[in-house]
């Protein structure tokens, strides 16, 4: 039934942009129930969503872009819906935001709209209709709304719980739509994101590709599928960009990575990257060190004692350790500055023990941290192998704790491979070593630190009490 409001809308004369290919059109028209965009930068995902955002709230039938189809009866219109746009960055909403008043500035013009530029939200007023773009990145930022039609951007670095637990129940009055957009997270955007798992995105991604139902689909777009881009800058950013950072975000190609490839693949983002809290003076300090002139680094951890701190997880035991402080400032620092910094970071607390470097060929390094006053010692075991066998026993036992704003050193967590052979099968060798000197202040510390004997299958869901 065409609504009163839909015909005054249709006075407005109100034109929607057209999407630039027959890809983002595709995009654009999808009526599907839950939608999961891959693409590349610059591709048109917010221009795209935009799009999509003004037909819904117009109550236009995006299928047939107004024009008449079986679907909506050949009227070109279908119920007009309220949209809620999400992105975890001030930035990308402003940009969503701009497009999308843009569009409707023949209603806002005459007053019919209402915009409110604080809240981002237009509205019908005197109705439900409307469109709000806000920031979110968790369960929290999301709450306190509803929808028929969410989008949620760069969803790869939200949190899952965005959707889980507020996403879906806002969907369920109408039975909404929900489309997910993400560009597979680089090396860089791992580190920043607010994900327990930095590839929940692509997961969902895969398995809404192998969806029967009819109530899934995926689309992946790169970014030369954007005609407006210039192609000889495609061409000549390749040369800027790093090898895996151009297939991520440009080709929009993400590793279909299994868990055995990956070095500390057994680490449990749900049970061991956790909130900051304040360490303890009384907790004892060990600092593990990987030297070098141009890439220098530092991690310290704290043995857990009782009680807990009030804001420290429940479960976690007496004896486990917590990576509280990531150093790795780059080139262009002595050791002096170095050890200062060490200090700053220490604080009041007592340093059980500093440990680092080759035990044959950096000897001297530590000798002049020692004579600056910071006692940096050899690992207690020598074999590189052995020290990442301990480290990685720490992680599957749950005895290592990462506060989550550690962006580096869970970047390296989550992305240390070992190199494969011709059957893709894991070697005993670190892909790429040398780049990974957090990783490797973790398997120096490894060397010293106790680890536990842990008896049968540990569960993560043991410790959601």
């Given at each position: 039934?065409?609504?009163?409001?839909?015909?005054?809308?249709?006075?407005?004369?109100?034109?929607?942009?057209?999407?630039?290919?027959?890809?983002?059109?595709?995009?654009?028209?999808?009526?599907?129930?839950r939608?999961v965009?891959?693409?590349?930068?610059?591709f048109?995902?917010?221009?795209g969503?935009?799009?999509?955002?003004?037909?819904?709230?117009?109550?236009?039938?995006?299928?047939?872009?107004?024009?008449?189809?079986?679907?909506?009866?050949?009227?070109?219109?279908?119920?007009?819906?309220?949209?809620?746009?999400?992105?975890?960055t001030a930035?990308?909403?402003?940009?969503?935001?701009?497009?999308?008043?843009?569009?409707?500035?023949?209603?806002?013009?005459?007053?019919?709209?209402?915009?409110?530029?604080?809240?981002?939200?237009?509205?019908?007023?005197?109705?439900?209709?409307?469109?709000?773009?806000?920031?979110?990145?968790?369960?929290?930022?999301?709450?306190?709304?509803?929808?028929?039609?969410?989008?949620?951007?760069?969803?790869?670095?939200?949190?899952?719980?965005?959707?889980?637990?507020?996403?879906?129940?806002?969907?369920?009055?109408?039975?909404?739509?929900?489309?997910?957009?993400f560009?597979?997270?680089?090396?860089?955007?791992?580190?920043?994101?607010?994900?327990?798992?930095?590839?929940?995105?692509?997961?969902?991604?895969?398995?809404?590709?192998?969806?029967?139902?009819?109530?899934?689909?995926?689309?992946?777009?790169?970014?030369?599928?954007?005609?407006?881009?210039?192609?000889?800058?495609?061409?000549?950013?390749?040369?800027?960009?790093?090898?895996?950072?151009?297939?991520?975000?440009?080709?929009?190609?993400?590793?279909?990575?299994?868990?055995?490839?990956?070095?500390?693949?057994?680490?449990?983002?749900?049970?061991c990257?956790?909130?900051?809290?304040?360490?303890?003076?009384?907790?004892p300090?060990?600092?593990?060190?990987?030297?070098?002139?141009?890439?220098?680094?530092?991690?310290?951890?704290?043995?857990?004692?009782?009680?807990l701190?009030?804001?420290?997880?429940?479960?976690?035991?007496?004896?486990?350790?917590?990576?509280?402080a990531?150093?790795?400032?780059?080139?262009?620092?002595?050791?002096?500055?170095?050890?200062?910094?060490?200090?700053?970071?220490?604080?009041?607390?007592?340093?059980?023990r500093?440990?680092?470097?080759?035990?044959?060929?950096?000897?001297?390094?530590?000798?002049?941290?020692?004579?600056?006053?910071?006692?940096?010692?050899a690992?207690?075991?020598?074999?590189?192998?052995?020290?990442?066998?301990?480290?990685?026993?720490?992680?599957?036992?749950?005895?290592?704790?990462?506060?989550?704003?550690?962006?580096?050193?869970?970047?390296?967590?989550?992305?240390?491979?070992w190199?494969?052979?011709?059957?893709?099968?894991?070697t005993?060798k670190?892909?790429?070593?040398?780049?990974?000197?957090l990783?490797?202040?973790?398997?120096?510390?490894?060397?010293?630190?106790?680890?536990?004997?842990v008896?049968?299958?540990?569960?993560a869901?043991?410790?959601?009490?």
């Amino acid at each position: 039934m065409v609504t009163e409001t839909q015909e005054e809308i249709t006075q407005l004369d109100i034109e929607i942009p057209k999407p630039h290919s027959d890809k983002q059109d595709e995009f654009v028209r999808c009526a599907i129930l839950r939608q999961v965009i891959k693409a590349g930068r610059r591709f048109g995902k917010t221009a795209g969503a935009s799009i999509k955002a003004c037909l819904g709230f117009l109550g236009i039938c995006s299928e047939c872009m107004g024009e008449g189809c079986v679907t909506c009866e050949f009227t070109g219109k279908v119920k007009q819906k309220r949209v809620l746009y999400a992105a975890p960055t001030a930035e990308q909403v402003g940009k969503f935001w701009f497009d999308t008043v843009d569009t409707l500035s023949p209603g806002i013009d005459i007053g019919y709209f209402k915009k409110d530029e604080t809240e981002h939200t237009i509205e019908i007023p005197r109705t439900e209709y409307r469109i709000r773009a806000k920031t979110a990145w968790n369960a929290n930022t999301l709450r306190g709304d509803y929808a028929d039609l969410l989008i949620m951007e760069e969803y790869q670095m939200m949190n899952e719980d965005a959707w889980e637990e507020v996403g879906q129940p806002m969907l369920l009055d109408n039975n909404g739509t929900a489309v997910f957009i993400f560009t597979p997270p680089s090396l860089k955007s791992e580190g920043v994101s607010k994900a327990k798992d930095p590839r929940h995105a692509s997961k969902m991604f895969k398995k809404a590709a192998l969806d029967t139902t009819g109530r899934w689909k995926t689309f992946h777009f790169t970014s030369y599928d954007n005609p407006t881009l210039s192609r000889e800058a495609l061409g000549e950013i390749s040369k800027d960009m790093s090898a895996d950072s151009y297939r991520r975000e440009i080709l929009a190609e993400d590793d279909d990575v299994e868990a055995s490839w990956l070095v500390y693949g057994k680490f449990n983002d749900n049970l061991c990257k956790i909130k900051r809290f304040d360490i303890p003076d009384n907790w004892p300090i060990f600092s593990g060190h990987d030297f070098g002139q141009a890439n220098p680094a530092a991690l310290f951890v704290a043995q857990v004692k009782l009680p807990l701190p009030p804001d420290a997880p429940a479960y976690m035991r007496y004896g486990d350790y917590v990576a509280f402080a990531e150093y790795a400032p780059g080139a262009g620092s002595n050791a002096e500055q170095h050890r200062d910094r060490f200090k700053d970071i220490l604080g009041n607390r007592k340093l059980e023990r500093a440990v680092g470097g080759n035990v044959t060929t950096e000897e001297e390094i530590r000798q002049l941290y020692r004579k600056l006053g910071w006692y940096i010692h050899a690992p207690e075991i020598t074999r590189v192998n052995l020290q990442v066998d301990r480290a990685m026993s720490l992680v599957e036992n749950n005895q290592l704790y990462v506060f989550e704003d550690l962006h580096e050193m869970l970047r390296q967590i989550h992305d240390c491979m070992w190199v494969l052979d011709e059957t893709k099968k894991p070697t005993n060798k670190i892909k790429d070593e040398a780049r990974y000197h957090l990783a490797a202040c973790l398997r120096y510390l490894a060397s010293i630190l106790v680890v536990k004997q842990v008896y049968g299958e540990r569960k993560a869901q043991v410790w959601k009490w």
